[in-house]
């Protein structure tokens, strides 16, 4: 069966680096997803990974994809308060149905 | 381009009666896709559709919900019959046919937050 897990709450100091992680149980996912949440708010996509691919950087995030432990991680550098929403990481064999974790808690504080 | 617009944003239904939502997908997406966020939970797919056609309803509950995305017009995303535990955010996304390239991928929109009072 499909299942996500991760972690519910995370806590740093503005300037650190974040690293919230997830694993997974479907090995025949495809796509991996990292997704943000703001209070009361929609989910914006930060960023997604082909199962084929070890890591990914887009600026102040870097995802990396451990295939073999089914394990992904989102690390964000000089966190900012900003930062501080639910992530969501989601998997899917095809785009058309994402299967989500229950969300990490990022609080941020100054 | 205006992203994928849900509305009503919020909405109080009594028990026993009806809910709409509807759901609006961005310019050049023709698949729509909802989900329903039970509190501290996380997103659980409900349905996939294109343009007339149910493609995936496996995560549709059996009684009360339906999904129509017609060939004009937002897709609805309908609850009859409402009870305390549909109290929940429902979102709505889309997608272009042609998926795996980068920027194609699954937007979401901003969520309708329906509470059953």
């Known amino acids: 069966g499909e299942d996500v897990e991760q972690s519910l709450f995370l806590s740093v100091r503005e300037g650190d680096s974040s690293v919230i992680n997830c694993t997974y149980t479907?090995?025949?996912?495809?796509?991996l997803y990292w997704y943000k949440q703001e209070p009361g708010a929609g989910l914006q996509l930060l960023t997604y990974?082909?199962?084929?691919?070890d890591m990914k950087q887009d600026q102040r995030l870097t995802v990396l994809l451990n295939k073999k432990d089914k394990h992904l991680s989102l690390r964000i550098a000089d966190t900012q308060t900003g930062d501080s929403a639910i992530y969501f990481c989601?998997?899917?064999?095809?785009?058309?149905?994402?299967?989500f974790g229950t969300g990490t808690r990022l609080l941020v504080s100054p | 381009n205006a992203g994928v617009m849900q509305n009503p944003r919020h909405l109080v239904r009594r028990r026993g009666q009806e809910a709409r939502l509807r759901c609006s997908p961005m310019?050049?997406?023709?698949?729509v896709y909802w989900y329903r966020q039970l509190p501290e939970e996380g997103l659980k797919f409900m349905v996939y559709?294109?343009?007339?056609?149910?493609?995936?309803e496996s995560g549709m509950p059996k009684e009360r919900f339906s999904a129509e995305f017609p060939k004009e017009g937002p897709s609805i995303l309908r609850i009859q019959q409402v009870v305390r535990g549909d109290s929940a955010a429902y979102f709505c996304?889309?997608?272009?046919?042609?998926?795996?390239?980068?920027?194609?991928?699954?937007?979401f929109g901003e969520g309708s937050w329906l509470t059953v009072v």
């Open positions: 479907d090995s025949s996912s495809t796509y």
């Open positions: 990974i082909f199962s084929n691919m």
């Open positions: 310019k050049g997406h023709s698949h």
């Open positions: 996304a889309s997608s272009p046919p042609v998926l795996g390239e980068p920027g194609n991928t699954i937007y």
């Open positions: 559709l294109q343009k007339e056609n149910i493609i995936d």
């Open positions: 989601a998997e899917s064999k095809s785009f058309q149905k994402l299967v």
